[in-house]
């Protein structure tokens, strides 16, 4: 391997805590060990830029594993090894579980084959987790024959030591980290976790950092569902010895939460973070585990009887989509949450603060997998536990404070976010207001990402989904939205067929919706035509527009040539929201638009209400609106003159990229709205 610059950097300045990444592909091969149980043997013989001294020690890595590491079919073998040597050491998962029958406490190991393991008390009251789903160890078991006539177990557990480093210094790695700028720390970390970033984009780089914050963020609740095959669940089931995977299966409130009959904690208690894989295939078989959940995710606590529980471990849920983005998104009746079980219910998805996009993440590949040097994954995941107990939540409103449509789970969000982004990027507490608004911005983007779902799926308290963030130097407010949900692209940058035109309202629930109608004219008597199922305030609109038509047609030379057309009008939902939206504006310039065959200028929403004798009537509030404008990909927005005094108020990045246009009449809206 050709060592490029931030390996030079990285071996010398964190001599003996990093290792080659692609070393551990050469020895795990189709074994099904941890890579964080493998680094913690490569970082103790290949810890070397030095390649001999890496040779010699890939070779007793592999001597290691050939000698203490058993597969499931050589169970056997193993205790015929224990038999005849009197005593032998292994690697392997250890558990230990209680068997009230017997009152005693039983030890088994995943590739030994054997549930019936002598191990002393000392053992699992100092390592907690043996009791709560097992651990990696180094485990010595000896032989002891049984007395003469008595039928026990001669296995014993003599000596165990869990995978992992003894001893960790953090003023060493913030002082590392303190030698390499931001990007390079970036890169470090993604070859750390095995990925090559050279032919990333700093969005997926980032992206790919967040999969990491549950390590470092208390009581962080993280979701990332995408694409098969993206690698979501590998920092989950490989970084850290302090992450409990669950794949798929029951969820008990006994496991998970507290078991009332042991008087014992569940999985929260015991791990950094439990995470749920193919979380689409979670059965919920205790109806109390929902509300526990909710309860947990909300503040870290619950109750069980008098019992009140505390406990700090992160949860994720990892699943595969099986559907396209683009049709989830643009479908009513469909969502980006439609894996997840029918139990997680509107409050359960509420207290989620992270949504990562797994379709933005591409498929493993060989060209993803790195070749170069990243930490021993023990210590980075010893470095993350130590930066776990830190708090950086109030770093975010230091600087910044949200705009009106981020409620209180929202800010949460977005500071825990932001909060973990700071300690895995900036572990020392040095970083730039440019930076911390890139963090901020994503994890607004995330925590809208679940805000948006919610709305789709009609509860009215979630349709405040507008996000924005103020500085406070200078109070200019800048909004944030999501790539995928009514992003650039709705609207055509391209001048549309004669007879369409965009047009954008917002309800007193402050719902926002964004449509296109469409005006075709056909042979017929002067008849204006809807479709079946035409929503009512579109319908009231388009008929008012109508007779505003026929009482100045005269005016408009159009009498005769009405006469002999029909006038079919549709209006199409691009937002899914179905809200009301009085756009008889949009409506009556759509008409002109057919009839006299010229297009709208490209890129353009009318806004704003007609009466039946032509008088303007703008919506109430023109944030949201514009907004979403915005997002969809508009270039113009006419605008009623009534609402010019909530110009100013407008967000920053509105205002400096969309061209809003006033006007005071249906005469000036028609002009403004077609091409010259």
Not at 211 to 234: A, D, H, Q
Request: proline share 4%; with cysteine; charged share 25%.
């Amino acid at each position: 391997m050709q060592q490029d610059d931030l390996d030079k950097k990285v071996t010398s300045i964190f001599a003996g805590k990093v290792v080659r990444k692609d070393l551990l592909h050469q020895i795990k091969g189709g074994e099904n060990v941890p890579s964080y149980v493998l680094e913690y043997l490569l970082g103790k013989y290949c810890a070397s830029d030095n390649d001999e001294e890496i040779r010699i020690g890939v070779d007793a890595v592999k001597e290691t594993l050939t000698t203490n590491y058993f597969r499931h079919d050589e169970a056997n073998k193993a205790q015929s090894m224990v038999e005849q040597k009197g005593k032998h050491r292994f690697i392997d998962r250890i558990e230990v579980r209680f068997l009230p029958s017997e009152n005693k406490y039983w030890a088994s190991m995943d590739h030994f084959g054997y549930a019936r393991i002598h191990i002393p008390e000392e053992f699992y009251r100092r390592y907690e987790r043996l009791l709560e789903g097992g651990i990696w160890a180094i485990v010595d078991v000896e032989f002891r024959l049984s007395e003469e006539g008595k039928k026990d177990s001669p296995f014993h557990v003599v000596d165990l030591k869990p995978i992992q480093l003894a001893r960790f210094d953090l003023d060493e790695y913030l002082d590392g980290r303190r030698d390499l700028s931001r990007d390079e720390w970036i890169d470090l970390l993604l070859r750390s976790i095995g990925l090559e970033p050279v032919r990333m984009d700093r969005r997926l780089k980032i992206l790919l950092i967040t999969r990491l914050i549950p390590f470092v963020e208390k009581n962080y609740n993280f979701i990332e569902l995408g694409p098969r095959g993206t690698g979501k669940s590998y920092a989950f089931s490989e970084m850290s010895p302090y992450c409990m995977l669950l794949s798929g299966g029951k969820a008990s409130t006994a496991n998970l939460f507290y078991n009332n009959a042991r008087r014992q904690v569940g999985l929260v208690g015991h791990w950094d973070v439990v995470a749920f894989d193919e979380v689409g295939g979670m059965k919920i078989t205790d109806p109390d585990a929902i509300q526990i959940m909710k309860d947990y995710m909300a503040n870290g606590r619950f109750s069980r009887g008098v019992t009140q529980v505390l406990a700090d471990a992160s949860l994720v849920f990892i699943g595969n989509l099986n559907n396209p983005v683009e049709s989830l998104v643009q479908n009513s009746a469909t969502d980006l949450f439609q894996p997840l079980p029918k139990e997680f219910d509107l409050a359960v998805l509420d207290r989620i603060h992270f949504y990562l996009p797994g379709w933005e993440v591409p498929k493993n590949s060989k060209d993803m997998l790195t070749v170069h040097y990243g930490f021993v994954t023990d210590y980075l995941a010893e470095a993350f536990r130590a930066l776990r107990k830190q708090n950086r939540f109030d770093e975010t409103e230091r600087v910044f404070r949200f705009g009106s449509h981020v409620e209180g789970r929202d800010a949460t969000a977005a500071k825990k976010t932001v909060s973990g982004l700071l300690k895995i990027l900036h572990p020392g507490g040095e970083w730039t207001k440019e930076e911390l608004t890139e963090y901020l911005e994503l994890a607004m983007e995330g925590r809208r990402r679940v805000k948006e779902q919610l709305k789709k799926r009609g509860s009215f308290e979630f349709y405040k989904t507008s996000f924005s963030y103020i500085n406070l130097e200078n109070d200019a407010e800048r909004s944030v939205g999501v790539p995928e949900q009514g992003g650039a692209g709705v609207i055509s940058p391209d001048p549309l067929p004669a007879g369409t035109v965009y047009t954008a309202s917002v309800d007193s629930e402050a719902k926002v919706g964004l449509f296109r109608i469409e005006i075709t004219l056909t042979a017929g008597t002067g008849k204006l035509r809807t479709p079946t199922g035409l929503e009512k305030s579109l319908k009231e609109s388009l008929n008012r527009a109508f007779s505003y038509l026929q009482n100045v047609k005269d005016k408009l030379g159009l009498t005769q040539m009405l006469a002999q057309k029909d006038i079919y009008a549709e209006a199409v939902d691009l937002s899914g929201g179905r809200i009301d939206c009085p756009c008889g504006v949009a409506f009556f310039s759509a008409i002109i638009s057919a009839v006299r065959g010229r297009q709208v200028q490209a890129g353009t929403v009318v806004v704003g209400d007609l009466t039946i004798q032509g008088n303007i009537k703008g919506p109430a509030s023109i944030t949201e609106p514009l907004q979403l404008c915005l997002e969809a990909g508009a270039a113009r927005v006419l605008v009623p003159v009534s609402n010019k005094a909530q110009f100013a108020g407008l967000p920053e990045d509105v205002i400096e990229r969309l061209d809003v246009v006033f006007y005071g009449d249906i005469d000036r809206a028609v002009l403004k709205t077609l091409e010259t």
